[in-house]
């Protein structure tokens, strides 16, 4: 017995549990005729859609790693830049610059004058001592052995004979 609910129709013979809608061979293999070319399309399309996903993440992934690359490329260009920045020697001043050419005009007979007083000479010590440090030199045998000379006058200020 069929049973239904008010105002719905069924199309076709009511199944009973277990059972199987009749068909005919002929129409099943039509419809897979039918439909067998655009299952095939449907593949190749997904097939198709897959590899330009694929495709469009790997070129994400190249555009992203050249990206760190030249980031980390800039960020060790800042860093040899800093390295070269400190390792610059220090500019003397305008007024360093003077006193040393005031004294290097004849330091010799500035240092024997008789009114140089000890007070003088150590003051001239150091301010030839400070700017040799501030050339990278440790002392004034190091300058000597990087200019390739022995300038009696400037080892005498030092003690050196």
Known sequence: MQRRRAGRRRAGPVLHQGQR???????????????????????????????ARHDAALGQWRRQAEWEAALQAARDAGAELDRRESARP??????????????????????AAPSTTDR?????????????????????AHARRYYGRDDARILALYGYT
């Open 21 to 51: 809608p009749a068909h005919d061979p002929a129409v099943a293999w039509h419809i897979l005729e039918v439909l067998t070319p655009l299952a095939l399309q449907a593949t190749i399309d997904a097939a198709d859609q897959i590899e």
């Open 90 to 111: 220090v500019r003397l001043s305008t007024r360093e610059r003077a006193q040393i050419l005031a004294i290097a005009t004849d330091l010799p007979a500035l240092w």
């Open 120 to 140: 003088d000479c150590a003051a001239i010590r150091n301010l030839v001592t400070g700017v040799f440090r501030r050339a990278g030199f440790a002392n004034i």
